[in-house]
């Protein structure tokens, strides 16, 4: 489920699930959580990434409507950019919702040239949480932002970069080279960096309004359609409600 290797300072955790193109589902959430725990003990930076042609799916919709699902991968989440040393996510091939919210929770990002991301979170009747949209925001701005969640379309690599949102083009060794030289420099200055980078303010609770809609989402039956759509391989038909 997990391949954990070291190289000197840095620590690359892999998720091995190929077989659900590296979809997140609660026992690999859970994984992935203790995995970055217990690298951030000894390494100087971690790094994340897939194996095979995909870096991640994101969520397994078999269990994507489960609370306890959503609160460990926020938790999950909550841990990778909590921790004190720097966290880079290798994206190869594609990231897919929550596999892009992983790569929102790491400091910095590499994407393979011929990858992409994307959050199809609106073509199948759910939704994202406040701290994915915000985040999101603050580090390609709001129009950018617009353009993957309310449109709800791909974003190449080439365009990922020029948003910002990957630091670099490049592959899983070009990440790994980058983690070597970052683990070089002076770990406490790189602490307090991260600390005030995140500080974002993307914890901030939910208003009213905005906790009712998220939730009027996830349990409405348009979530229910998508996810029949999904399993039917057939384009949904949403009514709003």
């Known amino acids: 489920m997990l391949g954990v290797s070291r190289d000197g300072d840095v620590v690359t955790i892999e998720l091995?699930?190929?077989?659900?193109?590296?979809?997140?589902?609660?026992?690999?959430?859970?994984?992935?959580?203790?995995?970055?725990l217990d690298a951030s003990q000894t390494a100087r930076v971690i790094v994340l990434t897939?194996?095979?042609?995909?870096?991640?799916?994101?969520?397994?919709?078999?269990?994507?409507y489960s609370d306890d699902f959503l609160n460990g991968l926020m938790d999950m989440l909550h841990t990778v950019e909590s921790i004190p040393v720097p966290v880079i996510s290798a994206?190869?091939?594609?990231?897919?919702?929550?596999?892009?919210?992983?790569?929102?929770?790491?400091?910095?990002?590499?994407?393979?040239?011929?990858?992409y991301v994307a959050i199809p979170a609106a073509k199948l009747g759910i939704t994202v949480d406040r701290w994915t949209v915000r985040?999101?925001?603050?580090?390609?701005?709001?129009?950018?932002?617009?353009?993957?969640?309310?449109?709800?379309?791909?974003?190449?690599?080439?365009?990922?970069?020029?948003?910002?949102?990957?630091?670099?083009?490049?592959?899983?060794?070009?990440?790994q080279a980058w983690a070597k030289s970052i683990a070089q420099l002076a770990p406490l200055s790189l602490r307090h960096m991260k600390l005030v980078f995140n500080d974002d303010g993307t914890r901030d609770?939910?208003?009213v309004q905005q906790r009712a809609a998220l939730e009027a989402a996830w349990t409405s039956a348009d979530a229910q359609e998508g996810r029949l759509a999904r399993q039917e391989k057939r384009p949904a038909k949403f009514v709003g409600r």
Not at 141 to 164: C, K, M, N, Q, W
């Open 135 to 175: 985040r999101l925001v603050s580090l390609i701005g709001g129009g950018p932002a617009r353009t993957i969640l309310l449109g709800a379309e791909p974003v190449s690599a080439a365009d990922a970069y020029a948003f910002g949102f990957a630091n670099k083009l490049g592959t899983l060794a070009d990440a």
């Open 205 to 207: 609770p939910d208003t």
């Open 50 to 64: 897939g194996r095979g042609p995909i870096f991640s799916a994101g969520a397994d919709l078999n269990g994507v």
């Open 91 to 115: 994206i190869n091939g594609g990231a897919l919702g929550a596999g892009v919210q992983l790569a929102l929770a790491s400091d910095l990002r590499v994407i393979a040239p011929d990858a």
């Open 16 to 36: 091995q699930r190929e077989e659900r193109r590296n979809a997140l589902n609660s026992d690999l959430v859970a994984a992935l959580r203790e995995a970055v």
